[in-house]
């Protein structure tokens, strides 16, 4: 290859043929990215058009958001779906032992019967919300079949990166420290994480706005915070907190602290 000449693209997954017959499945974990369609990745959108299984997870009779991102470039095929509900979403704590041994099973059986797939040989592909490493459910399934089957993980643009962009707000400039934490985290945790960082994003917001917007108070720095709701989606909605009068949070939505560092 000559010098400076483009490095050629991750091959497509029916492009490069083999001499041998395919043993297994791959499993694919596609990052969706934030959920505006025009932020999915070319490589992303090869593994959604070829994959033969379209695994995405859901809350019980709804799709989930990863698919409906997924419908600006697939058309509808049952026969590839393999939708995966949770047995809860916000009815228990996630510290509650029945949550959690709910979801043990719920990962578990899930990765036996897409074990099934693969080992057939058909590839899957986990369609996950923003980047499939990062607060990813895909994981728990990765962490269950990775050492069984070949894995490719595609990464997507965050969530969070989603709204910073489309809020117009650099999150870190110079030397900042940047802090990501759960709203779920108890409000002193908080207060003691964002006296020692420069910039965070606070995620997982839901019924936890209030906590958070207090903690924000008692750190001194709910001046700088931004509140993002639906980013780069359908109904987004970017505001300073201190202006947002109720303490209602979706699912999809989260709070910004911007860094303030070193600007040349």
Avoid at 173 to 182: A, E, S
């Amino acid at each position: 290859m000559e010098a400076g000449a483009p490095l050629p693209p991750t091959a497509p997954l029916e492009d490069v043929a083999s001499p041998v017959a395919k043993v297994t499945g791959t499993l694919f974990g596609v990052g969706m990215g934030p959920g505006e369609p025009d932020y999915l990745t070319v490589r992303a959108m090869k593994v959604l058009q070829a994959a033969p299984v379209l695994v995405h997870f859901c809350k019980k009779g709804r799709r989930g958001n990863a698919r409906t991102i997924a419908d600006a470039v697939l058309t509808s095929d049952p026969a590839r779906e393999f939708p995966l509900a949770y047995p809860y979403t916000t009815e228990l704590h996630p510290d509650h032992p029945d949550y959690v041994a709910a979801l043990a099973s719920f990962y578990d059986d899930a990765a036996g019967q897409l074990a099934d797939h693969l080992g057939a040989g058909r590839d899957v592909a986990i369609l996950s919300e923003g980047d499939p490493f990062f607060y990813g459910s895909f994981m728990h399934l990765w962490r269950r079949l990775k050492d069984r089957f070949p894995v490719e993980v595609v990464p997507g643009v965050t969530g969070m990166s989603g709204c910073w962009t489309r809020a117009g707000t650099p999150i870190t400039w110079g030397d900042d420290v940047l802090t990501i934490l759960p709203a779920t985290l108890p409000q002193a945790a908080l207060v003691a994480r964002l006296a020692q960082t420069d910039a965070a994003v606070i995620m997982k917001l839901g019924r936890h706005l209030p906590k958070v917007r207090a903690a924000l108070a008692e750190a001194g720095v709910l001046e700088r915070a931004v509140y993002v709701e639906r980013g780069t989606m359908t109904g987004e909605r970017v505001v300073p907190l201190r202006d947002k009068p109720d303490d209602v949070a979706p699912y999809f939505s989260m709070v910004l602290l911007p860094g303030e560092g070193r600007r040349p």
